[in-house]
């Protein structure tokens, strides 16, 4: 190597070797200022391109520099020689298939040469995981159908909305997944409601998922591992609800060194730790999340002044691990909101100057994994949820609140064993047992001498399974899942339970008598099997064809008649006339890589029917109400569609599209009066249906320190009511409807962004920070989220935007490692 | 720098969150809907009317359309007795003078079209109403915000307290006639008035200045403002106890001087208070981010001929217990709402004192020249 110089692309911009070459080069400048002979020379430079794997010349790749294409005077056996006259410049080497490489160089030596190992993408780590679990090709391979693993590193590159990762946007980015709009209390999967997604964080469940009716999502980004989204072929494990299971597991905390993330946004600020205890055999996660600046609203338009909203979300988790055989992990959630606004309407019949809504949730988990031998382990967890909705009622010249409080009390018991029997049968079996305790509504007066005490009887229900399922692998192609579920409900006392007449109407009028049953009578029992069967032939290494079905059950529902549950709307247990929901999917799919895996597509179709829906009747209340069935109405819903998905797993670019036509129905027919059919009885739309659903989502990283995310959200718009037109009463005009959810509002699609600026400084340190810029909705669209009658002087029709313009964020993360 | 990005990013949002535009419903329905307002009451010295009528909904436009020649009587269920109702213009029709209602007996509306159908109310009874306790207002200045959120209009707002009764279960309906002094009887738009012909008769084809002359009152005339919206209570939260602090009205502050409002508070049957409930949900209580989806406002009045006809309206049998309350506006501030719904526009004097002239003050559902009771 006489008179050329080799520089190790790693090294380049080492700072210490930076320092050093600074240096050379100043001495040499002014060395060759004060001698007056500076001129500009060539240098020849010599580039290997090599497979990062084995080694290998990579010939044909593309060398830019200074974003131009270098000409080179020969390649042989991939290295690339051309001449370039002495500077600094930015080389970017790029090869079909695998990451581009990206540096700056300074060139002043008459030689350099560079050697560079190139990434086969193929190779790498799936940048996006929406379809990866089992393996390569995991989605071509994965026993179910229907079936969506989603990394919370997929999450973060999804642009969020006011620089809030959130878990249930990013949901909503899959095919068969949308809500009612942007201030949805929960998604609604497969043309399911909010209540009929069985929502478990750590094996905890969640009944209220999101914080500021809607806004964010409750599940704290930074402490989340990922998520599993069961929305066809759901394990018979799983129970209790007739849609789907978006199973969020949260982090483990690291054994072996301290860490701590965080961040500041907008909206609130987060932190989270993870410290060693006993390293490697035992350590703690804590994470945080609070926000804090919502007085803000005092400074905003008169239609915002009277906001106040603020929340918190606090996670714990202890892993122990006690020896080679046995681990022990506990997990605790706890979060609270607190909100006020005009747009929730009020409770009736409390007088009150606003209404304030206040809710906790407290979850708690413990769970012990025993291994027996390779083959056989036992995993036994206690689980204890307590969610608190609160309104408050603040009266009229007084400092006085009145207020109504409820709470669901969910405390379960379950083991499972797993057994690999050998190559041809994986089995797995268990049992669970819950108990729910309802707090219907207890209205406390406080001081206030004008409101009565009331207190709703509370509910109290158990709900037992047993469960077997065994993954059987026929042959090289073939391969099946059977699974079996029974579940039991019982409804205990003390209740009271009304007689009616017969083949009449339930309402008060139509009461016989009533019978009292004591503490821990059972006085309503369902039950029956559940069968999960899945079916997969490999059609080839790289495709596959599956076949499902799957029979839930549920019995214990929100009741609630609004566009999207309220945090406070009241949770009811299957009793003598509220019948379990009963939902049976049958589903098939197609699914095929590319032969790198790099590409993904799938093709999945679906059925559902569900009976026992819950509807209710004009006017239902719910609050202050002890016998639900006077308010409701059951029948039956059905709900089809079609997914087709493509995603792009690995390299610079990754993300996916999906397109989903599906449809969400139902029919109530109880009776034949008016009150006690919908549609005269006919099928009609849900609130949520939206047959035609498109979601685009990509990422671009550019060298690891700038990351570009966008989202491309389109749904039909959901239905709206429109009435038949008008008349006239009591000198007031009142819309004269007849038909439910004849109408739609207009469509709804959003275009959102992102720029990741991750390490600005460029160096390595133990602290490494980050800005994000988004902006959401781009282009300002004003998506309607409802369109509404309001009687003023006269009666105009309005439309109520949730965002309206574009929202830009900037947040800032950080990572201590 | 930071700060300065963040305070951007808020004042973008907050402009940004939660608006409201008008929207255009686009539908082209046409409807004709029979209508059946007001209750048989226990005020037999001013008893409600009780209107059967048609509202026609055609291109956009709602209008009432009388029937004549309905055969209308109320039913005593529990006598038998059948009492004729005495027609009145534009579908009205009144109880016989000598009329009294037996509180302990339950009565339904009958009545038939000259079409050949037949109609008839489920049977209603008179619930005790109890008195009004106490009636009180307050100022406020920023009391009614614009559906789009950019306007405050403020108000007086009239609260009442009223003990309910321990022994039963009662739902409350209360209604109220607002009444305002009104200066100017009479708006000519690109006219003047004419004394000749008592009306805006002299034609003004060059009129290009304020395109409207209002004309003062000749003697006292008082505007009659009804309430235009639903307000209901069920005592499940407060049964026994006094219930204080219920918003009645919001006056809007249309001068500095007092005006009266007329507060009628009745007992209404679960039934009746469920379809008010109703009606209320419509229009009112929605908007939100969470509403209950729109139900038909079908009462209690079917046709006995073709079953599956849909009516609107609900007969009630009702007692009611009534309050004057002078509002005296002492805390209003301006700026103040326009009473005729635009800025005053006098015509000018000119040499002829006999203008501008007086004009009189004509009876209508919504003026009336004699003074209300409990006027001040």
Known sequence: MDGSKSINLSNIFNPKYCMNLKFILVLISLLFISSGIFAQKSSLIQITVKDSSDNTP???????????????????????????????????????????????????????????????????????????????????????????????????????????????????????????????????????????????????????????????????????????????????????????????????????????????????????????????????????????????????????????????????????????????????????????????????????????????????????????????????????????????????????????????????????????????????????????????????????????????????????????????????????????????????????????????????????????????????????????????????????????????????????????????????????????????????????????????????????????????????????????????????????????????????????????????????????????????????????????????????????????????????????????????????????????????????????????????????????????FGIYNIYARQNAYSVYLKSEKTLNAYQLTIFGSAIPSLTYNFKFM | MKIINYLFCLLFALGAISCIDPYSLDFSQKNNVLVVEGFLTDDSAKPDTIKIQYSNFENQTTRIVPISSVKASVLNVDTNEETKLIEQPKGGFLPPKNFKINAQNKYILKFSLPNGQNYESSSEKIINTPPIAKVYDTFNAQSVLSEDGKKYTSANEVYLDTQDPADSKNYYLWRYTHFERLGYCTTCTKSQYSVQTNSCSIALPNFNRTPYFDYECAGDCFSIFKSKQVNVLSDVASNGQLIKGKLIAKIPTYSPVGCLIQIQQISISPEMYLYFKILEAQTQSNGGLADTPPAGIVGNIKNTTTPTEKIVGYFGVVSIQKYNHWIDRKDATSPYELILGHTLSLEPSTMDTSRPPLTPCTASSSRTPIKPDGWQ
Do not use: C
């Open chain 1, 58 to 772: 990579l010939k044909d790749v593309v060398i830019k520099i200074d974003y131009k294409r270098a000409n080179f005077s020969s390649t042989e056996n991939g290295i690339h020689t051309f001449y370039l006259p002495q500077g600094e410049y930015g080389v970017t080497i790029s090869h079909l298939g695998y990451e581009t490489f990206r540096k700056r160089i300074n060139v002043k030596s008459p030689t350099v040469e560079l050697t560079v190992s190139l990434v086969n993408i193929s190779k790498e780590l799936d940048e996006v995981i929406v379809n990866n679990q089992g393996g390569n090709g995991g989605n071509v391979s994965r026993q179910l159908l229907g079936v969506t693993p989603l990394s919370i590193k997929t999450i973060k590159k999804i642009p969020a909305m006011m620089g809030e990762t959130d878990v249930l946007r990013g949901l909503q980015m899959l095919p068969g997944v949308t809500s009612v709009g942007e201030a949805a209390n929960g998604v609604n999967i497969r043309g399911g409601t909010t209540d009929q997604n069985l929502i478990l964080l750590d094996d905890t469940p969640i009944f209220n998922p999101t914080h500021l009716f809607g806004l964010f999502s409750v599940f704290p980004a930074d402490a989340t591992a990922g998520l599993d989204l069961y929305k066809g072929g759901i394990p018979s494990r799983f129970g209790g609800r007739v849609s789907s299971v978006i199973d969020i597991s949260l982090l483990n905390p690291s054994l072996e060194k301290f860490k701590a993330s965080g961040g500041i946004s907008l909206v609130a600020n987060r932190l989270t730790i993870e410290q060693p205890i006993i390293k490697d055999k035992m350590a703690v996660l804590l994470s945080g999340r609070a926000s804090y600046n919502d007085f803000f609203f005092k400074l905003g338009p008169p239609k915002l002044q009277n906001i106040r909203a603020n929340f918190y979300d606090l996670v714990t988790k202890v892993f122990y691990r006690m020896n080679a055989k046995n681990t022990l992990t506990f997990s605790g959630y706890l979060s609270g909101d607190f909100f006020q606004t005009d747009l929730l309407g009020t409770v009736s019949n409390v007088n009150a100057t606003s209404t304030q809504y206040a809710y906790s949730t407290k979850n708690a988990s413990l769970k012990w994994f025993h291994s027996f031998n390779s083959k056989l382990n036992i995993q036994t967890s206690a689980i204890l949820t307590d969610y608190q909705p609160k309104t408050l009622l603040p009266e009229l010249n007084s400092s006085n609140t009145v207020n109504i409080e409820s709470g669901i009390v969910y405390k379960q018991l379950k083991s499972s064993l797993s057994y690999a029997l050998n190559d041809k049968h994986h089995l797995e079996g268990g049992v669970s047992s819950i108990l729910y305790t309802i707090n219907p509504g207890r209205l406390n007066p406080g001081t206030s001498n004008s409101v009565n005490p009331i207190s709703i009887p509370e509910e109290r229900g158990i709900e037992s399974s047993i469960f077997l399922e065994d993954e059987i692998t026929l042959n090289k192609r073939l391969s099946l899942s059977l699974g079996l579920r029974y579940s039991n409900y019982m409804a205990l006392g003390a209740a009271t339970v009304r007689n009616y007449k017969p083949s009449q109407p339930l309402n008060d009028f139509n009461v016989i008598d009533s019978t009292k049953y004591k503490s821990g009578e059972v006085f309503a029992n369902y039950g029956g099997f559940e069968p999960r069967v899945s079916l997969k032939y490999l059609i080839t290494d790289n495709s596959s064809f599956k076949v499902g079905y799957s029979l839930m059950r549920q019995y214990l529902q929100v009741v609630s008649n609004t566009t999207t549950p309220l945090p406070t709307s009241r949770w009811t247990m299957s009793n003598n006339y509220i019948k379990p929901q009963v939902s049976q999917l049958v589903s098939a799919g197609y699914f095929k890589n590319s032969p790198n895996n790099i590409y993904e597509f799938s093709l999945e179709g679906y059925y559902r029917s569900t009976e026992n829906v819950l509807d209710f009747k004009p006017g239902a209340d719910f609050v202050f109400q002890p016998f639900i069935e006077t308010q409701t109405l059951q029948g039956k819903g059905k709900a089809y569609g079609l997914e087709l998905m493509v995603s792009k797993k690995k390299g610079e670019i990754t993300g996916w599209i999906n397109y989903t036509y599906s449809r969400a129905l139902n029919q109530i027919n109880v009776g034949e009066s008016f009150g006690e059919q919908i549609n005269g009885g006919n099928w009609y739309a849900t609130n949520f249906d939206r047959p035609h659903s498109f979601n685009a989502t990509v990422s671009i990283s550019q060298g690891g320190h700038h990351e570009f995310g966008f989202t491309f959200v389109y749904n039909t718009g959901r239905p709206f009511t429109v009435p038949e037109g008008y008349v006239q009463y009591n000198d007031v005009k009142y819309p004269y409807y007849l038909e439910r959810n004849n109408q739609r509002i207009s469509d709804y699609h959003r275009l959102d962004f992102s720029w990741t600026i991750r390490n600005p400084t460029m160096t390595k340190k133990r602290w490494e920070g980050s800005w994000t």
